[in-house]
């Protein structure tokens, strides 16, 4: 069965360095998504993309935070300069349509990332 | 802000039983809704959902209960299986948006 893939599982990083952190989504799938989860809280949605553009973003992905689908499978987020807060598990989620049909929405197994 | 919400924090019940999972929201323009479940070290895997259109959806073990005028919503597992041990997330949309809102889990125990 296709499944969305992370990578790395792990990122551990100092305060104020850039990361970029990976997703492969499923192939055929035309959506793409980032939530994150803070230790002990619930999941909270980032981004959605289409199309190679943003089509909806939350109040937690500002200026410090990008999305790129560099090439025909991988899709990235990447943090400009870490904090301490930005410390969560990073789930990739993937749709193969829009809203009406996202009970369709897969994710990836997450990476965790360690700001210190 | 807290637009859904997810009281009790864990549940046990025995192996056959009944399991009801609660769900409330807080914003009547949400029309879609969804559970997930969570294993350790995975991501949500998708289980089932209803449209604001709907009262109840059902899925083999798993129905999904919608009480709009009260704004909450269940999940129901009948009957509870040892494999059904996981986070279970409900998540919410409004409108023709992307964006869902998660409540923070309830840890399910399901005792053989």
């Known amino acids: 069965e296709p499944e969305v893939t992370q990578t790395p599982s792990h990122q551990v990083t100092q305060m104020g360095q850039e990361v970029i952190l990976r997703c492969v989504p499923i192939?055929?799938?035309?959506?793409f998504y980032w939530y994150r989860q803070i230790l002990g809280q619930k999941v909270e949605f980032l981004v959605s993309f289409y199309n190679n553009e943003i089509s909806e973003k939350s109040e937690i992905f500002d200026d410090q935070f990008s999305v790129e689908r560099p090439d025909g499978s991988n899709f990235t987020l990447k943090i400009r300069s870490t904090k301490l807060e930005d410390s969560a598990m990073y789930f990739c989620?993937?749709?193969?349509?829009?809203?009406?049909?996202?009970?369709?929405?897969?994710f990836g197994p997450g990476t965790r990332l360690l700001v210190l | 802000d807290q637009q859904v919400k997810q009281n009790s924090p864990s549940l046990s019940v025995q192996e056959g039983r009944i399991s009801i999972l609660n769900c409330d929201y807080t914003?009547?323009?949400?029309?879609?809704f969804l559970w997930y479940k969570k294993y350790p070290a995975e991501g949500p895997t998708f289980l089932i959902s209803i449209s604001s259109i709907k009262d109840k959806n059902e899925d083999g073990r798993f129905t999904v209960f919608l009480n709009k005028s009260a704004k909450h919503l269940s999940l129901h597992i009948v009957p509870s299986q040892p494999g059904d041990s996981a986070v279970y997330f409900c998540a919410a949309s409004e409108g023709t948006g992307n964006q869902f809102y998660f409540g923070t889990g309830t840890s399910l125990t399901v005792i053989p």
């Open positions: 989620a993937s749709s193969e349509g829009d809203r009406v049909g996202a009970q369709a929405q897969y």
């Open positions: 192939s055929n799938h035309l959506y």
């Open positions: 914003n009547s323009m949400f029309d879609y």
